[in-house]
């Protein structure tokens, strides 16, 4: 009889340990995952701060930035354009589609040229560029993590923040701006070839529409944006490059990272800068 | 604390990288002027030891002198950057594959002493003929070179600043026979012409027998035998003796 009840009690037993080592191993893993992001954190404000203080020290590498700046700003003209023209095209498109049901055709210019210069224009470039410049970055600073040539800097009594980072950086803030005005002026453009050439609209009333409706400050956050960006596409694929794993895998993971993680940041400080900016 | 013994000189050296410790305690002196190779076998922390005395890696615990000066923290080190000069020649090379050769051995003169370009390009030039390269390579890529070719542009900018000590990673690792003899001798020549003080990690005893003074060994995070390169045949250490005589079975534990 005693010996039916413990069979009974048993199970039930097994079941709250069972229970109590499911709520053990899920207490761990999310203080885990705490402590990862900590100590992530922490890891890439001391990668921020050592640049912020190796950027006032002598001496400055400017034939590097001027390099960076070609291959940032110069060399991404072309995917950035290319998107820009397309994106001004579909957005008139389907504004037309949209606003006919409506009657507010006309809107068109003021659309297109609100979304390209606030919005479209730097967070699209911000995305090409990471995927261009940020992945390049990462790829190029990791090989040489993993070839010893930034090792090889420190025996040759060159500091790889001073000559490595902050060149890089320095030139994707410098970049972004104007390559996003460009990319605005390229995305109007696209607008006004669908809206006079497909939707019939007037090509003088179309401009003059567009130049009456858009502000400085709209450009300006536009431009401010761009160059938070650059900032970010760079000192992501600075920091994962810098830092990669061992081997041809280590790199790639670092390529990935640079990419996912600069393209979220863009999208969440668009955000946070958009709320600054336009937010009443 | 100070030490005013010449030369190169650890204590209690320790360095981890997470649960494992590479190195576990090294006492080392290397005397100054002469050729002291570190042997061991193959991820036994010769690699983190070269690195920890050249400031690459800071070290957990312990003591680094240079010349009787205290180089333990980067600040120590720092204050005696303008008194020593360092140079290495790397396992790979760790040529800067974006620039011409000539632009890799003169870079720590243009970056780290601001010569120009112009007087830089015939110095390294004149490097490059040192270690036995035309001055038709001094245009190419590293990525045009061989493997040997590789390692002497490496040793050409080891030696362009005029170092006061050199530091050699597996030298001949991945060469031919031949080419490794070649090598070596350009490590012994260089090394005996200009007088520095060299430090070399290694498991070809080829190149331990042609390159070394001294010679040390690492096992396990520590060094278990160190004396003249004379004495490494005659030796009765069981380590250096399986060491040398390439033998399976030893203290040295193979199993893999």
């Given at each position: 009889m005693k010996k039916t009840e413990q069979h009974k009690h048993q199970p039930a037993t097994h079941q709250a340990r069972g229970g109590l080592s499911r709520i053990h191993a899920a207490v761990a893993g999310l203080g885990a995952m705490v402590l990862q992001f900590v100590s992530a954190t922490g890891q890439i404000s001391v990668f921020f701060a050592t640049t912020l203080g190796q950027m006032v020290q002598r001496p400055f590498y400017l034939r590097l930035m001027l390099r960076q700046l070609r291959e940032i700003g110069y060399n991404s003209l072309p995917v950035v354009g290319l998107t820009a023209l397309f994106t001004g095209m579909v957005l008139a498109l389907q504004s037309y589609t949209g606003f006919a049901r409506f009657n507010a055709e006309s809107a068109i210019a003021n659309v297109v040229v609100l979304s390209m210069v606030r919005e479209l224009g730097p967070v699209l470039a911000g995305l090409m560029v990471a995927g261009r410049v940020g992945a390049a970055m990462a790829a190029e600073l990791g090989t040489m993590r993993v070839t010893e040539q930034i090792d090889a800097l420190q025996t040759l009594s060159t500091n790889p923040y001073r000559y490595l980072i902050v060149p890089r950086i320095v030139a994707g803030v410098l970049a972004l701006p104007p390559l996003v005005l460009v990319a605005d002026v390229i995305g109007v453009m696209g607008g006004w070839i669908v809206a006079v050439y497909k939707l019939g609209f007037n090509s003088g009333a179309y401009l003059i529409t567009t130049v009456n409706i858009v502000t400085f400050e709209d450009v300006f956050s536009g431009l401010v944006k761009a160059a938070v960006f650059g900032f970010i596409i760079t000192g992501m694929g600075c920091y994962h490059g810098f830092n990669s794993g061992r081997g041809a895998q280590g790199v790639g993971a670092a390529t990935t990272r640079a990419v996912v993680s600069a393209s979220i940041l863009i999208l969440v400080f668009d955000y946070v800068l958009t709320e600054a900016f336009f937010a009443k | 604390m100070a030490n005013s013994d010449k030369g190169i000189i650890l204590r209690g050296v320790s360095k981890r990288f997470g649960d494992k410790?590479?190195?576990?305690g090294v006492d080392l002196d290397i005397p100054i002027g002469k050729s002291t190779v570190i042997v061991g076998c193959s991820g036994t922390g010769k690699s983190v030891l070269i690195k920890s005395i050249m400031g690459i890696f800071p070290i957990d615990s312990g003591q680094i002198w240079f010349d009787g000066a205290e180089i333990t923290s980067p600040k120590q080190r720092r204050s005696i950057k303008d008194r020593f000069k360092f140079g290495m020649l790397f396992q790979g090379a760790?040529?800067?594959?974006?620039?011409?050769v000539w632009e890799n051995v003169s870079f720590g003169l243009v970056n780290g002493q601001g010569m120009k370009r112009g007087e830089a390009r015939e110095a390294a030039v004149e490097y490059l003929r040192q270690v036995g390269l035309s001055a038709e390579t001094a245009d190419l890529l590293p990525a045009q070179l061989s493997g040997g070719m590789q390692k002497r542009v490496g040793l050409a900018r080891a030696i362009a600043t005029r170092p006061d000590y050199l530091f050699f990673d597996e030298p001949t690792t991945g060469l031919d026979p031949i080419m490794s003899d070649v090598i070596n001798d350009l490590i012994r020549s260089t090394v005996t012409s200009m007088g520095v003080t060299a430090v070399s990690i290694t498991h070809d005893m080829a190149s331990v027998r042609k390159i070394a003074d001294t010679v040390a060994m690492l096992h396990q995070g520590k060094i278990v035998w160190s004396g003249s390169v004379k004495q490494i045949d005659s030796s009765t250490n069981s380590y250096i003796s399986q060491f040398v005589n390439g033998r399976a079975q030893g203290p040295i534990n193979t199993d893999v």
């Open positions: - | 410790a590479v190195l576990d760790a040529l800067f594959d974006s620039q011409t």
